[in-house]
Nanobody
Framework: VQLQASGGGLVQAGGSLRLSCAAS????????MGWFRQAPGKEREFVAA????????NYADSVKGRITISRDNAKNTVYLQMNSLKPEDTAVYYC?????????????????WGQGTLVTVSS
């Protein structure tokens, strides 16, 4: 399983970015997907997750109302639309595939990880 994250970059506070994560696996639609982030000097933290069908989602409290996770199973891709970005959103963002099809925010339940894409929000 290979996960390729893209879409990161430098954006001003209040701006938007859309991250994408393409999976090279035929069983993509059977598994939940998640996004995590890791800021310098901090532990990796949960951002958002989506179930195998896309019908269920979960978000960290810090991003609710500003970030939306979605998926296109026909394209084997999961997205993270980030609006109203804040400097504290600056981090490397990782996509990951869960071990099951159900939404989870537990990092230990994610078995495959992408390489990460850097998001920098300037004030």
């Amino acid at each position: 399983v290979q996960l390729q994250a893209s879409g990161g970059g430098l954006v001003q506070a209040g701006g938007s970015l859309r991250l994408s994560c393409a999976a090279s696996v035929r069983t993509f639609s059977s598994y939940a997907m998640g996004w995590f982030r890791q800021a310098p000097g901090k532990e990796r933290e949960f951002v958002a997750a989506i179930s195998w069908s896309g019908s269920s989602t979960n978000y960290a409290d810090s991003v609710k109302g500003r970030i939306t996770i979605s998926r296109d199973n026909a394209k084997n891709t999961v997205y993270l639309q980030m609006n109203s970005l804040k400097p504290e959103d600056t981090a490397v963002y990782y996509c990951a595939r869960a071990a099951t099809g159900w939404v989870t925010e537990q990092i230990m339940e994610y078995k495959y990880w992408g390489q990460g894409t850097l998001v920098t929000v300037s004030s």
